[in-house]
Protein backbone atom coordinates (compact mmCIF):
# COMPACT_ATOMS: atom_id res chain seq x y z
CA UNK A 1 0.00 0.00 0.00
CA UNK A 2 0.77 3.14 -0.69
CA UNK A 3 1.56 6.17 1.95
CA UNK A 4 -1.61 8.16 2.80
CA UNK A 5 -0.22 11.74 2.48
CA UNK A 6 2.10 11.28 -1.00
CA UNK A 7 0.44 8.31 -1.95
CA UNK A 8 3.87 7.40 -3.63
CA UNK A 9 6.10 5.75 -1.85
CA UNK A 10 5.46 2.86 0.35
CA UNK A 11 3.89 3.06 3.58
CA UNK A 12 6.05 1.75 6.43
CA UNK A 13 4.77 2.99 9.53
CA UNK A 14 1.24 4.49 11.55
CA UNK A 15 0.80 8.19 11.66
CA UNK A 16 -1.46 8.87 14.55
CA UNK A 17 -2.19 12.25 13.28
CA UNK A 18 -3.32 11.06 10.12
CA UNK A 19 -4.91 8.11 11.63
CA UNK A 20 -2.88 6.43 8.47
CA UNK A 21 0.48 4.72 7.63
CA UNK A 22 3.09 6.83 5.51
CA UNK A 23 6.34 6.45 4.66
CA UNK A 24 9.58 7.50 6.91
CA UNK A 25 9.99 10.69 4.18
CA UNK A 26 6.50 12.07 4.97
CA UNK A 27 7.17 11.68 8.73
CA UNK A 28 10.57 13.72 8.96
CA UNK A 29 9.57 16.34 6.45
CA UNK A 30 5.96 17.30 7.47
CA UNK A 31 6.43 15.90 11.05
CA UNK A 32 5.09 19.23 13.65
CA UNK A 33 4.77 20.88 10.47
CA UNK A 34 1.58 19.85 8.67
CA UNK A 35 1.37 17.40 10.86
CA UNK A 36 0.49 18.50 14.14
CA UNK A 37 2.02 15.13 16.18
CA UNK A 38 0.64 13.83 19.42
CA UNK A 39 3.51 14.12 21.88
CA UNK A 40 3.44 10.63 22.68
CA UNK A 41 3.92 9.79 19.32
CA UNK A 42 7.08 6.72 19.04
CA UNK A 43 8.67 8.56 16.22
CA UNK A 44 8.28 12.15 17.55
CA UNK A 45 9.83 11.02 20.34
CA UNK A 46 12.62 8.97 18.92
CA UNK A 47 13.02 12.45 16.59
CA UNK A 48 13.50 14.69 19.89
CA UNK A 49 16.39 12.17 21.27
CA UNK A 50 18.74 12.50 18.52
CA UNK A 51 17.35 16.15 17.55
CA UNK A 52 20.56 19.26 17.87
CA UNK A 53 19.24 22.10 19.64
CA UNK A 54 18.74 25.09 17.37
CA UNK A 55 21.39 26.79 16.88
CA UNK A 56 21.44 30.93 17.67
CA UNK A 57 21.25 31.91 14.06
CA UNK A 58 18.19 30.08 13.87
CA UNK A 59 16.71 32.71 16.34
CA UNK A 60 15.77 36.28 15.59
CA UNK A 61 17.70 37.61 18.49
CA UNK A 62 15.41 40.84 18.72
CA UNK A 63 12.80 38.22 20.12
CA UNK A 64 15.80 36.91 22.80
CA UNK A 65 15.23 40.74 24.47
CA UNK A 66 19.13 40.33 24.62
CA UNK A 67 19.31 43.71 26.79
CA UNK A 68 17.58 42.66 29.20
CA UNK A 69 20.00 40.98 31.70
CA UNK A 70 19.45 37.89 33.98
CA UNK A 71 21.91 37.24 36.81
CA UNK A 72 22.07 34.46 39.15
CA UNK A 73 21.39 36.49 42.19
CA UNK A 74 18.16 37.19 40.30
CA UNK A 75 17.41 33.85 39.35
CA UNK A 76 17.96 32.64 42.80
CA UNK A 77 15.81 35.30 44.46
CA UNK A 78 12.92 34.85 42.53
CA UNK A 79 13.12 31.71 41.75
CA UNK A 80 9.24 31.57 43.36
CA UNK A 81 8.27 33.44 40.77
CA UNK A 82 9.71 32.18 37.58
CA UNK A 83 7.92 28.81 38.95
CA UNK A 84 4.95 30.26 39.00
CA UNK A 85 4.71 31.63 35.66
CA UNK A 86 6.10 28.35 34.11
CA UNK A 87 3.26 27.00 36.27
CA UNK A 88 0.63 29.39 34.63
CA UNK A 89 2.12 28.63 30.89
CA UNK A 90 1.59 24.45 31.89
CA UNK A 91 -2.24 25.51 33.49
CA UNK A 92 -3.12 27.58 29.91
CA UNK A 93 -1.85 24.73 27.63
CA UNK A 94 -3.33 21.84 29.40
CA UNK A 95 -6.78 23.94 29.54
CA UNK A 96 -6.39 24.67 25.51
CA UNK A 97 -4.58 21.97 24.15
CA UNK A 98 -4.39 23.29 20.41
CA UNK A 99 -1.53 25.70 21.77
CA UNK A 100 1.69 25.03 19.92
CA UNK A 101 5.03 26.98 21.40
CA UNK A 102 4.73 29.78 19.06
CA UNK A 103 1.56 30.48 20.28
CA UNK A 104 3.20 30.31 23.98
CA UNK A 105 6.37 32.39 22.51
CA UNK A 106 3.28 35.17 21.15
CA UNK A 107 1.85 35.27 24.62
CA UNK A 108 5.48 35.79 26.33
CA UNK A 109 6.83 38.16 23.53
CA UNK A 110 3.44 40.47 23.52
CA UNK A 111 3.97 40.26 27.83
CA UNK A 112 7.87 40.99 27.72
CA UNK A 113 7.57 44.30 24.52
CA UNK A 114 4.42 45.14 27.50
CA UNK A 115 6.27 45.24 30.56
CA UNK A 116 9.57 46.85 29.37
CA UNK A 117 7.32 49.41 27.97
CA UNK A 118 6.12 49.77 31.40
CA UNK A 119 9.75 49.96 32.82
CA UNK A 120 11.07 52.20 30.41
CA UNK A 121 8.72 54.73 30.13
CA UNK A 122 5.75 53.90 32.25
CA UNK A 123 3.17 53.70 29.74
CA UNK A 124 0.50 50.45 29.76
CA UNK A 125 0.02 49.45 26.49
CA UNK A 126 -0.38 45.86 24.83
CA UNK A 127 -0.27 44.85 21.11
CA UNK A 128 -3.28 42.60 20.72
CA UNK A 129 -2.92 39.61 20.08
CA UNK A 130 -4.74 37.82 16.79
CA UNK A 131 -5.36 34.60 18.26
CA UNK A 132 -8.06 33.86 21.29
CA UNK A 133 -5.69 30.91 22.14
CA UNK A 134 -2.47 33.46 22.43
CA UNK A 135 -4.49 35.84 24.18
CA UNK A 136 -6.04 32.99 27.15
CA UNK A 137 -2.43 32.33 27.75
CA UNK A 138 -1.72 35.56 28.46
CA UNK A 139 -4.07 36.07 30.57
CA UNK A 140 -2.99 33.08 32.87
CA UNK A 141 0.52 34.59 32.99
CA UNK A 142 -0.94 37.99 34.48
CA UNK A 143 -3.39 36.76 36.49
CA UNK A 144 -0.44 34.36 38.24
CA UNK A 145 1.52 38.42 38.08
CA UNK A 146 -1.56 39.67 40.31
CA UNK A 147 -1.40 36.74 42.68
CA UNK A 148 1.67 36.49 43.46
CA UNK A 149 1.77 40.34 44.73
CA UNK A 150 -1.26 39.10 46.60
CA UNK A 151 0.47 36.70 48.26
CA UNK A 152 3.18 38.73 48.64
CA UNK A 153 0.89 41.18 50.43
CA UNK A 154 -0.74 38.72 52.21
CA UNK A 155 2.00 37.26 54.13
CA UNK A 156 4.54 40.75 54.16
CA UNK A 157 2.32 43.32 54.60
CA UNK A 158 3.52 44.78 51.28
CA UNK A 159 4.58 43.32 47.54
CA UNK A 160 8.20 44.25 46.54
CA UNK A 161 7.72 43.07 43.01
CA UNK A 162 8.71 45.10 40.45
CA UNK A 163 7.53 45.38 36.97
CA UNK A 164 11.47 45.17 36.30
CA UNK A 165 11.41 41.59 37.74
CA UNK A 166 8.10 40.68 35.89
CA UNK A 167 10.10 41.77 32.79
CA UNK A 168 12.97 39.84 33.56
CA UNK A 169 11.20 36.55 34.32
CA UNK A 170 9.33 36.80 31.01
CA UNK A 171 12.26 36.51 28.75
CA UNK A 172 13.81 34.04 30.99
CA UNK A 173 10.91 32.19 30.26
CA UNK A 174 10.96 33.07 26.96
CA UNK A 175 14.34 31.92 25.63
CA UNK A 176 13.09 28.80 27.56
CA UNK A 177 11.22 28.59 25.04
CA UNK A 178 13.47 29.18 22.11
CA UNK A 179 15.92 26.86 23.81
CA UNK A 180 13.07 23.95 23.97
CA UNK A 181 11.22 24.38 20.65
CA UNK A 182 11.91 22.75 17.60
CA UNK A 183 10.98 25.45 15.74
CA UNK A 184 8.50 24.08 13.47
CA UNK A 185 4.85 25.52 13.20
CA UNK A 186 3.11 23.07 14.82
CA UNK A 187 6.22 21.99 17.93
CA UNK A 188 4.49 20.77 21.40
CA UNK A 189 8.34 20.68 22.44
CA UNK A 190 7.99 23.25 25.12
CA UNK A 191 4.36 22.54 26.28
CA UNK A 192 5.60 18.88 26.86
CA UNK A 193 8.85 20.09 28.75
CA UNK A 194 6.21 22.09 30.89
CA UNK A 195 4.24 19.48 31.16
CA UNK A 196 6.80 17.19 32.53
CA UNK A 197 7.99 19.93 35.22
CA UNK A 198 3.91 20.32 36.31
CA UNK A 199 2.53 16.50 36.10
CA UNK A 200 -1.25 16.66 35.09
CA UNK A 201 -2.13 15.29 38.90
CA UNK A 202 -0.63 18.86 40.17
CA UNK A 203 -3.07 21.03 38.02
CA UNK A 204 -6.16 19.37 39.83
CA UNK A 205 -5.09 22.11 43.12
CA UNK A 206 -7.15 24.39 43.08
CA UNK A 207 -5.71 28.23 41.60
CA UNK A 208 -5.48 30.13 44.71
CA UNK A 209 -4.22 26.83 46.62
CA UNK A 210 -1.49 26.09 43.74
CA UNK A 211 -0.42 29.86 43.78
CA UNK A 212 0.38 29.91 47.49
CA UNK A 213 2.23 26.43 47.24
CA UNK A 214 4.35 27.60 44.47
CA UNK A 215 4.90 31.48 45.58
CA UNK A 216 5.93 30.85 49.19
CA UNK A 217 8.72 28.51 50.26
Known amino acids: MSCAICEIRKEKRFCPAVHGRICPQCCGEQREVTL ?11 AREHEKPRSADQV ?5 FLQVEL ?22 SRADRSLHDQD ?67 VFLLRLAHGRTSGRPKSRAFVDFLFS ?9 APAEAGSRIILP
Open 60 to 64: DAAGL
Open 197 to 205: QFPEEAAVV
Open 104 to 170: LIAALTMLSKSYERRVNSGLHYEQPLTSESQRRAAAEIETMVKEYREAEQKHAGYTSLRDSDVLKAL
Open 71 to 92: SDQFMYEKEHLLMGLSYALAKA
Open 36 to 46: DCPSDCPYLLQ
